[in-house]
């Protein structure tokens, strides 16, 4: 009877293991980005951008795209979309739609949204999700697609602004420590 329990305590520790793996592996990924601090602020301000726009599986696409033609961070910018994500679809795609519909003088259809917000949180196939969309036609599309540009283009600005002083100190410290190891070769 203890087996077991013991066995199940070591798959959980050995989950907690990963998890803290991976943790560490993605901090050291991002003290570790190279670049202009105005570059990868760039970047990210373009994926948060992209990441508030109703078109899941095209965001990072497309936040790549704008970077490349800003001349922000191609890495930040596909980070950045990681802003919509399974654990607040639900609320993105919900005001994103609320404020389309508001904007454009739109009845709220809460049934529709409804049956695309369920699709997407059952896991269905992109083609069933867009299926569900277009079948609302295409003023549920564009007041959802207006709603995710205002939003994008509020938070972008802000995630810009964020993420500048800290890429800054980052490249502070990371110049620092450079100078530090300098001296220490240097000195006998």
């Known amino acids: 009877m203890i ?3 013991v066995r199940g305590l070591c798959k959980w520790n050995n989950r907690t293991v990963k998890f803290n793996r991976q943790i560490r592996y993605y901090y050291l990924r991002f003290i570790r980005l190279r670049g202009e ?19 899941i599986p095209f965001q990072t696409a497309l936040a790549v795209t ?16 990681w802003v919509s994500n399974p654990l607040n679809w639900y609320f993105l795609y919900y005001y994103s ?18 049956a695309v917000i369920e699709s997407i949180r059952a896991g269905e196939r ?7 969309a277009l079948g609302a036609g295409a003023t549920f599309i564009t007041a959802f697609i207006l709603g995710g540009v205002l939003l994008g283009i509020v938070f972008a600005p802000l995630a810009y602004f964020v993420f500048l002083p800290l890429f800054r100190s980052l490249k502070n410290w990371r110049d620092k420590r450079r100078e530090r190891r300098q001296w220490r070769r240097q000195t006998p």
């Open 97 to 114: 739609y609320k404020l389309g519909t508001t904007l454009l003088g739109l009845p709220e259809q809460r049934k529709v949204f409804s």
């Open 37 to 55: 601090p105005r570059d990868l602020a760039l970047g990210m301000a373009m994926g948060v951008f992209c990441g508030m726009l109703p078109i």
């Open 66 to 81: 704008l970077a490349i033609f800003f001349k922000g961070s191609k890495i930040t910018a596909a980070i950045g979309t």
């Open 126 to 132: 992109f083609v069933d999700v867009a299926g569900h």
């Open 3 to 5: 087996i077991p329990a």
